[in-house]
């Protein structure tokens, strides 16, 4: 059975409740594209906050033990010596190529090369690995689960072997690109299915568990998901640390036999994407709208918190904006379900809706 043909199958047998979460994420996805051109003075600061968060948890499953606060302090300059520089060593490199994946993912290719210079980028700062940035491993490895000490604490599964690797990563590269391109499946079966046969190739001498979180997020802005440098994959991940090692395990110890079921790490993967959309879409909820709203939306907002109900000319006199943009305001945030339109023509007037449709 070739490469293209296992992979294949192993989405033709998908569980019903996999599909419903994927309906669930993509309305999600629309709610959080409707609402766009949020404050970027906030937009900045929450992709500021998901930086530090992302890197600190990210490199704690794999062993490191920087708290959010330390990586924020290492990364304004600021001395900590209780840790060991390999600790430190990885924080920076992961944080500073996250945050070229938030800046310029729309340049970035998916691709072999672009991969083995994310692992380059990754390890850049990494004494230890200097030897291997970017070249595919030379010897075995296997995959670890490690505590909150950085003690390994069991084998999870054998990984594939240094000279089928090569081959092995040409073939799932390929079959992804094509896969997304042609989009026989959904895009987030086809990053799923990627994720969990890089990590069972785990092609890297060390970094694949890091790299594999950074692909993620690259994969999903490519295809759409914007809210990811808004929302923690990479915390949500650490949270429920335990099931992604039990689900790693229970996928991956079916490959290659008659009956290969990624199910459990399709629903685990899923359930994190879906409560990142969660997540998102909250950040535009009555209780935090104010925090994401540009000056003039902001100033419609609140003047409409005081009115019971406003024509677009008492929006545009009692907040000081012009009319035209006041239309423009409150198309969104009918789109966003906190406004609605009472009337038609001249006789329109809006007014804030107190309980969600």
């Known amino acids: 059975m070739t490469v293209k043909t296992r992979l294949d199958q192993r989405l033709q047998n ?81 944080f500073e190529l996250l945050q070229n994946v938030f800046n310029s993912w729309k340049s970035l290719s998916f691709n072999e090369g672009t991969i083995k210079h994310f692992h380059k980028e990754l390890l850049k700062y990494v004494e230890k690995d200097k030897l291997h940035r970017g070249e595919y491993k030379k010897s075995e490895n296997k995959v670890h689960m490690v505590n909150a000490a950085g003690e390994s604490v069991g084998i999870l599964f054998d990984t594939t072997p240094a000279y089928l690797t090569p081959t092995a990563m040409l073939e799932l590269i390929g079959w992804t690109q094509k896969a997304l391109r042609e989009r026989i499946y959904h895009p987030i079966l086809v990053i799923g299915n990627f994720l969990v046969e890089f990590l069972q190739i785990h092609p890297f001498t060390d970094g694949n568990g890091r790299l594999s979180r950074m692909l993620t997020n690259l994969l999903l802005l490519g295809e759409g998901y914007l809210y990811m440098p808004y929302v923690s994959h990479e915390k949500l991940i650490e949270d429920n640390k335990p099931d992604y090692y039990m689900v790693l395990r229970a996928s991956q110890k079916t490959f290659r036999t008659k009956d290969e079921d990624i199910n459990p790490w399709l ?57 035209p943009t006041v239309n423009q305001i409150m198309d969104k945030f009918i789109r966003l379900n906190k406004v609605e339109r009472l009337g038609l023509g001249r006789s329109t007037r809006y007014r804030i809706i107190t309980t969600p449709k």
């Open 14 to 94: 998908l569980a019903t409740s996999i599909l419903s979460d994927i309906a669930k994420i993509d309305e999600l996805k629309g709610m959080w594209t409707a609402g766009a051109q949020l404050n970027p003075v906030v937009l900045s600061r929450l992709k500021q906050s998901v930086l530090i968060t992302s890197t600190g948890a990210s490199t704690r499953i794999e062993g490191a033990r920087l708290s959010d606060e330390d990586v924020e302090k290492l990364m304004r300059g600021i001395s900590i010596e209780k840790f060991t520089d390999r600790d430190k060593q990885e924080v920076k490199g992961y």
């Open 267 to 323: 629903k685990f993967f899923l359930k994190i994407i879906l409560k990142q959309s969660e997540m998102a879409v909250d950040l535009l909820s009555a209780e935090n709208i104010e925090k994401t709203l540009s000056r003039n939306q902001l100033m419609a907002w609140e003047y409409l918190q005081e009115a019971a109900e406003a024509t677009p000319r008492d929006i545009a006199k009692n907040a000081g904006i012009a009319r």
